[in-house]
């Protein structure tokens, strides 16, 4: 007996029922001439723009034990709990 397997394909959608755009999608689409570009995107539909700045001191990601009590205590402070371990530790080394 064989198994029905869901449909992993996307709903087609009507290209007539694409959503109108703004001023804002125009001035964040690309550009084209003849098939040359003249302007790249500046963003994407949902989310326009250049997107967050590069930072000039990137964080590194590192893979970290901590003991259970430890992490929760932080995470128990909220949002930004990572960066308020960080500081902590710069605190400890003094830098």
């Given at each position: 007996m064989n198994a029905s397997k869901p449909s992993t394909s996307e709903p087609w959608t009507d290209p007539d029922d694409a959503p109108e755009w703004t001023e804002d999608h125009f001035r964040y689409a690309q550009f084209s001439i003849g098939g040359k570009v003249i302007r790249e995107a500046q963003g994407t539909w949902t989310k326009p723009g250049p997107g967050r700045p590069v930072s000039a001191n990137p964080k590194k990601q590192v893979t970290l034990r901590l003991d259970p009590d430890?992490?929760?205590t932080f995470r128990a402070t909220g949002?930004?709990?990572q960066?308020?371990?960080?500081?902590?530790?710069?605190?400890?080394?003094?830098i």
């Amino acid at each position: 007996m064989n198994a029905s397997k869901p449909s992993t394909s996307e709903p087609w959608t009507d290209p007539d029922d694409a959503p109108e755009w703004t001023e804002d999608h125009f001035r964040y689409a690309q550009f084209s001439i003849g098939g040359k570009v003249i302007r790249e995107a500046q963003g994407t539909w949902t989310k326009p723009g250049p997107g967050r700045p590069v930072s000039a001191n990137p964080k590194k990601q590192v893979t970290l034990r901590l003991d259970p009590d430890v992490v929760e205590t932080f995470r128990a402070t909220g949002k930004g709990w990572q960066s308020r371990i960080n500081a902590e530790l710069r605190k400890a080394l003094g830098i």
